[in-house]
C-alpha cells in the first residue's frame, strides 16, 4: 500500500512538474521567436493548439487504456516527454542565437512591473479553481445527473478553442473590461442546464482571450531576464490556483448553490470600483492640463 500511494505521489508530481516546464519554457521563447507585432496572434494560436492538444490527448489516453496498461501508458509518455523536450531545446537554442544582436533593458520594478494585470489573472485563476468544483457539484448534488458534466466541460473547451476567433474585435479590449464580463457571466451560472451550457461557453471564451492578453502582456515587458520574470508570474497564478482549490469546497459549503454567483458578484463591484477610480484619475489629469494651458 505505501509503495503504491509513493508511486501515485510522483506520477502527479512529475506530471504537474511537466505542465509547469512547458508553461515557463514556451511563454519564455516566444518573444524571442517572432516580433512584437505577432506576439498577441501567436498567443491565439498557441491557445487554440493546446485546447485541440488537451481534447485529443485525452481521447487518446482513454482509447489508448483499453489495450494498454497504463504503467505501460506512462513509460510511453515518458519517453514522448523526452523526445519533445529535446524539441523544445532547439526552439530555446534558435532563440537565444536569435536574440544576441536584441537590444534589452532592465525591468523598471515601479514603472514597468503589471501589477493590475497580474491581479486581473489572479482573480481569472481563482475563477478558473472555482469552476472546477463547484460545477461538478452543481451537477451531481443539483441536476442530480453526472452526463451533463461532460457537455459543460466540452462547452467550456469549445469556448476557449473559439476565443481568439470570436473576440478577435476584442482582442485590444482591457484586462479590466474582461474581467468584469466574466464576473457577469458568474451572476448568471445558476443550477440548470441551459444556464450552465452557455455560461461554460461564454467564461470559456472569456477566459480564453483573458490569457491571451495577459501573456502578450507581461512577455512586451523590456527585461534582460524574461525566464525569471516568467517564474514569478507563474508561481503567482499557479498559487492562486492551488488557494481556489482549496478554498471552493469551503465556498460551497457555506454559500451552496449561491458561490459562483456571489463570486461573479464580488469580481464585478471590483472591477466597477477601480473603472470608476480610473474615470476619476483620467478627469483630474484633465483638469490639470486645462489648468497649466
Known amino acids: 500500500m505505501a509503495n503504491h500511494l509513493l508511486s ?116 481569472g485563476y481563482l475563477v478558473d479553481a472555482t469552476i472546477a468544483v463547484a460545477v461538478p457539484w452543481l451537477v451531481v448534488s443539483k441536476l442530480h445527473s453526472h452526463w451533463p458534466l461532460s457537455w459543460f466541460l466540452t462547452a467550456n473547451a469549445t469556448g476557449i478553442l473559439l476565443a481568439p476567433l470570436l473576440l478577435k474585435r476584442w482582442s485590444k479590449q482591457s484586462l479590466l473590461t474582461l474581467t468584469a464580463f466574466t464576473g457577469g457571466c458568474l451572476l448568471l451560472m445558476w443550477p440548470t442546464f441551459a444556464s450552465l451550457m452557455i455560461t461554460m461557453f461564454l467564461i470559456g471564451a472569456l477566459r480564453g482571450q483573458i490569457n491571451i492578453s495577459f501573456f502578450t502582456t507581461i512577455q512586451q515587458i523590456p527585461t534582460n531576464n524574461r525566464n525569471i520574470l516568467m517564474t514569478g508570474v507563474l508561481t503567482v497564478i499557479d498559487t492562486t490556483t492551488v488557494i481556489g482549490s482549496l478554498l471552493a469546497p469551503r465556498l460551497i459549503l457555506m454559500l451552496g448553490s449561491w458561490t459562483l454567483p456571489l463570486l461573479g458578484g464580488g469580481i464585478l463591484l471590483f472591477c466597477l470600483t477601480r473603472l470608476i477610480i480610473l474615470l476619476n484619475n483620467q478627469k483630474q489629469s484633465s483638469s490639470d492640463i486645462d489648468e497649466n494651458c
Open 8 to 123: 501515485l505521489v510522483i506520477v502527479a508530481v512529475l506530471n504537474k512538474s511537466i505542465g509547469v516546464f512547458y508553461k515557463l519554457s514556451n511563454k519564455t521563447i516566444l518573444p524571442d521567436l517572432f516580433a512584437p507585432v505577432n506576439i498577441q496572434i501567436v498567443n491565439g494560436y498557441q491557445t487554440q493548439i493546446r485546447q485541440l492538444a488537451i481534447v485529443s490527448a485525452t481521447m487518446l489516453v482513454t482509447m489508448a487504456l483499453l489495450w494498454v496498461t497504463p504503467a505501460t501508458l506512462i513509460l510511453i509518455m515518458g519517453i514522448a516527454f523526452l523526445v519533445s523536450a529535446g524539441l523544445d531545446w532547439q526552439f530555446r537554442t534558435r532563440s537565444n542565437l536569435s536574440s544576441d544582436s536584441v537590444v534589452t533593458v532592465k525591468l523598471d520594478r515601479h514603472r514597468s512591473w503589471p501589477t493590475w494585470s497580474l491581479l486581473y489573472a489572479v482573480l
